[in-house]
């Protein structure tokens, strides 16, 4: 059974920081990309960052030059390093990962942890 375990959010002025954790156990053998996704009340799902299992990286618009995805692949463990938050980040964050489980691959997510921006 693997589970994934989200960290690290909670109340953050505008211009704050914040990181977050994800961290991945169960029968993992390995795992491909890595995800973060956000949900704001009464919107859709949106895909935030992904990061591929040889560290290539990918950001929404909005984030870039601002979030930093990384991972530890020996910890099965991903990050998200917020910076410079601003009133449109809060949402509910979402880690995702996709894990070979033969003959196919899976996606698995985590609980979510709450993102607040406010002053």
């Known amino acids: 059974q693997v589970q994934l375990v989200e960290s690290g959010g909670g109340l953050v002025q505008p211009g704050g920081s914040l990181r977050l954790s994800c961290s991945a156990s169960?029968?993992?053998?390995?795992?491909?990309?890595m995800n973060w996704y956000r949900q704001a009340p009464g919107k859709e799902r949106e895909l935030v960052a992904t990061?591929?299992?040889?560290?290539?990286?990918n950001y929404r618009d909005s984030v870039k030059g601002r979030f930093t995805i990384s991972r530890d692949n020996a910890k099965n463990t991903m990050y998200l390093q917020m910076n410079s938050l601003k009133p449109e980040d809060p949402a509910v964050y979402y880690c995702?990962?996709?894990?070979?489980?033969?003959?196919?691959?899976?996606?698995?997510w985590g609980q979510g942890t709450q993102v607040t921006v406010s002053s």
């Open positions: 169960g029968r993992i053998f390995s795992i491909n990309n």
């Open positions: 995702n990962a996709e894990i070979p489980t033969p003959p196919s691959t899976k996606n698995y």
């Open positions: 990061i591929t299992r040889g560290g290539g990286t």
